[in-house]
């Protein structure tokens, strides 16, 4: 048996767990990222997971899931957003491999957790699949016949930098903003209102909550719709932590969605919650490196 350390990177936490060769999770953790103290700090603490699973498990290989934009050829970090400082150019799989004398692939977050649902989850079987994660942005996927669109530049479905109007997608549409602009209105300290909070006094009837939810289900069917009349998927999966109150979403979302995009392609479009959730990012990573290195043996 042959097991692996499979790694999610993401802006508020990092996921990890041991894998079989079979893709079966056996033991899982998590931290804080604590993204703010930028890129090196953030190799220290990938290091030390994978230092810790090798004492626990003899490794076969390292899978890396993580924000930012990524050559998957290299395993490197070639463009990073704010939310970790000194991120982009970190060079993942050349500097793993040489410490670990492990294989090591690495691929895009987003694309992990479309990658994961294409292969066992809300997407399996379809031809052309659209992933979304909601969180801290809001990141794309898109997947056809199993296979990652990347694009010519490895930067293909940024859907969070699309332009809808006065700002982009994820400044209008992102969890982070529906927890600042309650927190706004409410004229609290914004640390006070998480998703959790705010999905709960909406259901109870505030309506400050419930007008913030339904301006922010406007904005992803409106988005959604953008990238249905491009791409004509046959699903569209919603993934993220927001995305656990999919009783509350999902006819807020479909309702926004059949607003913008014309009945003749909606009909044709189904809209789905991620099945894997919180595991979507290590098992779509495990996938890309069996994946990677069964083309390198070929």
């Known amino acids: 048996m042959e097991y692996y350390v499979s790694i999610d990177i993401g802006g508020t936490s990092i996921k990890y767990g041991i894998m079989t060769e079979d893709g079966e999770i056996l033991r899982k953790d998590s931290?804080?990222?604590?993204?703010?103290?930028?890129?090196?700090?953030?190799?220290?603490?990938?290091?030390?997971?994978?230092?810790?699973c090798q004492a626990l498990y003899p490794l076969s290989g390292v899978c890396i899931s993580t924000a930012g934009m990524v050559d998957c050829e290299k395993?490197?970090?070639?463009f990073a957003g704010e939310l970790i400082p000194e991120y982009q150019g970190t060079k993942w799989k050349e500097n793993i491999e040489k410490i670990f004398s492990l294989p090591c692939e690495v691929e895009n977050d987003v694309n992990c957790a479309g990658l994961a649902e294409y292969k066992?989850?809300?997407?399996?079987?379809?031809?052309?699949?659209?992933?979304?994660?909601?969180?801290?942005?809001?990141?794309?996927?898109?997947?056809?016949?199993?296979?990652?669109?990347?694009?010519?530049?490895?930067?293909?479905?940024?859907?969070?930098?699309?332009?809808?109007?006065?700002?982009?997608?994820?400044?209008?549409?992102?969890?982070?903003?529906?927890?600042?602009?309650?927190?706004?209105?409410?004229?609290?300290?914004?640390?006070?209102?998480n998703g959790v909070r705010i999905f709960e006094a909406a259901k109870a009837g505030d309506e400050?909550?419930?007008s913030a939810i339904d301006e922010m289900c406007q904005v992803l069917g409106r988005g959604i719709a953008d990238i249905c009349y491009v791409l004509n998927p046959e699903v569209v999966v919603l993934g993220g932590g927001i995305m656990t109150q999919k009783e509350y979403l999902r006819p807020r979302i479909q309702s926004a969605l059949e607003k913008y995009l014309k009945p003749v392609i909606c009909q044709h479009t189904r809209l789905e919650f991620a099945h894997h959730q919180n595991d979507a990012g290590m098992l779509g990573a495990f996938y890309h490196f069996m994946e990677r290195q069964k083309k390198g043996k070929r």
């Open 31 to 52: 931290m804080d990222t604590e993204a703010e103290k930028g890129g090196r700090e953030l190799q220290n603490k990938v290091a030390g997971i994978i230092r810790d």
């Open 75 to 78: 395993g490197e970090i070639f």
């Open 120 to 193: 066992t989850g809300a997407a399996k079987g379809s031809q052309i699949a659209v992933c979304l994660t909601v969180g801290t942005g809001i990141g794309g996927c898109a997947l056809i016949d199993g296979k990652v669109l990347r694009g010519c530049s490895n930067s293909a479905m940024e859907i969070g930098y699309m332009y809808e109007g006065e700002a982009d997608f994820q400044t209008l549409g992102a969890a982070s903003i529906l927890s600042r602009k309650v927190a706004m209105q409410k004229k609290d300290p914004a640390e006070i209102w």
């Open 208 to 210: 400050i909550c419930q």
